[in-house]
């Protein structure tokens, strides 16, 4: 009976121990957006307005430059996804862009993300999403549509998302 006892406990520590793993936080940044309802760090600023929007099962953080002249501006996005497989939310996220009627082309790509162009007004802007799966739960960072940043902008901050 002892060694039975002693059995399911240990078993029970190590499933205990396994589950407080799978939910550790993503970390490549500086910055934890855990208190907003996201566990992810990442480099940002210190002189950031950072907001949280709830909309159905949709968790969404804005952190934006406070300076007027500040072009900073990230969307941090929990979403809902059917599949733990990386590669295929990427793909996903890659055909949604694609659907914009203003694409015009992918610049850039790597494993987790990818740059793209979009020509609303005769103007290049340039834009980014980088998916992180953690379990279940996907996470899309990723610039704000109706921003206007350059090239050297947009790859600023995918590289520094990707740190």
Same mark, same amino acid.
């Given at each position: 009976m002892k060694i039975n006892f002693c059995l399911i406990?240990?078993?029970s520590l190590g499933l205990l121990q396994n589950?407080?793993?799978a939910k550790a936080p993503h970390k490549k940044g500086s910055t934890s957006l855990l208190s907003y309802g996201i566990p992810l760090y990442v480099n940002i600023p210190k002189d950031v307005d950072i907001n949280r929007r709830i909309v159905g099962n949709i968790t969404e953080v804005t952190v934006k430059g406070k300076d007027e002249k500040s072009w900073f501006e990230l969307i941090v996005q929990n979403l809902p996804s059917e599949s733990e497989d990386l590669a295929w939310n990427k793909y996903l996220q890659i055909e949604d862009v694609r659907n914009n009627v203003y694409f015009t082309r992918i610049i850039e790509e790597n494993e987790n993300g990818f740059i793209y162009e979009l020509v609303p007004r005769d103007k290049p802007?340039?834009?980014?999403r980088?998916?992180?799966? +953690?379990?279940?739960q996907l996470y899309v960072i990723s610039t704000a549509l109706g921003s206007?940043?350059?090239m050297e902008q947009t790859k600023e901050l995918f590289d520094a998302?990707? +740190?």
């Open positions: 406990l240990i078993a589950c407080s793993n802007t340039y834009h980014f980088y998916v992180i799966v +953690q379990g279940s206007e940043l350059t998302v990707g +740190q």
